[in-house]
């Protein structure tokens, strides 16, 4: 690629070649482009070839054709994370890859992969060693939740989605209160949780979840409807794990005293939001309240384990 070559140029070569029907060219030309203009986190040409290879992984989706989205993502993450100079663990590269092929979620940002990996991690500690269901409330379109199907189906092939559950309204968030709205101004992150704490944002269709998760965990259950009230469909239920995408203080909360009673010993509830103020607010006072350790990692999240020893951070 010629050194003086525009972003638009970068951008009409791309989709040409995908429309030649060569993803794998168009993605190797935004990937040149990428370190001609050495894209940055908040720039607008890195923004715009990463909106450019989500495309194209998206693309494979709507098709339907998972495997070679799940080829063409997998590409795309490990280039990315070549020039990031950073590295995840190969089984949850692939299981990351395949997780977002299969919900046709974009590989970006690429910051979440590693979020996710602790995630994965620490799930995979406790369901080794603790019984009891698993469950996800706010889902999206399905990224993180398929990732912990993903990781437990390797570990048990003829596993077919029973004893997980997914609880989301799919209308996206409820209204945000008071104490959601404490942003540290300080935080470079801050503005753009502003940007997306706004009623209905992240809302996803029902069906269009269902799919994505049946099509490999017919058993699954997913539960539609709002915090706590869906949670009566799982009454006498113990769990092992629950994982908490709900952003805000008053879901966060709901869901801490719904479950943690309900958590089996040694299990674990874990926020994916602890950089949000309403999620990080509800588990420090549900914490001072029931005189818990809560322990935070380095990727916005947080996590409290039933019983007297907590998993250390460091060993997620």
């Known amino acids: 690629m010629p050194e003086d070559y525009t972003l638009q140029e970068v951008l009409s070569d791309a989709d040409a070649y995908y429309a030649a029907g060569d993803a794998r060219g ?19 040409a890195g923004e715009a070839i990463r909106l450019a290879l989500g495309r194209i992984c ?6 339907r054709d998972f495997e070679t989205g799940r080829q063409i993502t997998a590409m795309v993450v490990n280039a990315a994370l070549e020039r990031a100079r950073r590295t995840v663990e190969p089984e949850f590269a692939a299981v990351y890859a395949e997780a977002a092929a299969a919900t046709g979620t974009s590989p970006f940002p690429l910051q979440r992969i590693f979020r996710h990996q602790n995630l994965v991690r620490l799930f995979r500690r406790v369901a080794a060693e ?13 990224l993180s939740f398929m990732e912990l199907c993903l990781a437990f189906g390797r570990d048990h092939p003829d596993w077919a989605g029973e004893g997980f559950h997914v609880f989301d309204s799919f ?6 209160g008071e104490k959601d709205l404490g942003l540290d101004q300080s935080d470079a992150g801050a503005a753009q ?9 992240f809302a996803v269709a029902f069906d269009l ?43 966060t909360l709901d869901s801490l005293d719904y479950f943690f009673p309900r958590l089996a010993v040694g299990g674990v509830i874990i926020t994916d939001d602890y950089n949000w103020p309403g999620a990080r607010t509800a588990f420090l006072e549900f914490c001072a309240r029931h005189r818990l350790q809560l322990q935070a990692t380095d990727t916005s999240q947080a996590f409290v384990q039933k019983g007297s020893d907590a998993v250390k951070p460091n060993s997620v």
């Open 26 to 44: 168009a993605i190797e030309v935004l990937f040149q482009g990428w370190d001609q203009f050495e894209t940055g986190a908040a720039d607008s």
């Open 130 to 142: 603790i019984a009891g269901d698993v469950a996800e409330c706010g889902c999206a379109r399905g």
């Open 171 to 176: 209308e996206g968030l409820s209204e945000p």
């Open 193 to 201: 949780i502003a940007r997306n704490m706004v009623p209905g944002n």
């Open 209 to 251: 979840v269902r799919e994505n998760v049946h099509r490999r965990f017919p058993r699954v259950e997913l539960h539609r409807g709002w915090i706590p009230n869906a949670f009566s469909a799982v009454a006498g239920r113990s769990f092992r794990f629950v994982h908490l995408d709900v952003d805000l203080y008053q879901p």
């Open 58 to 63: 998206y693309s494979y989706w709507v098709k």
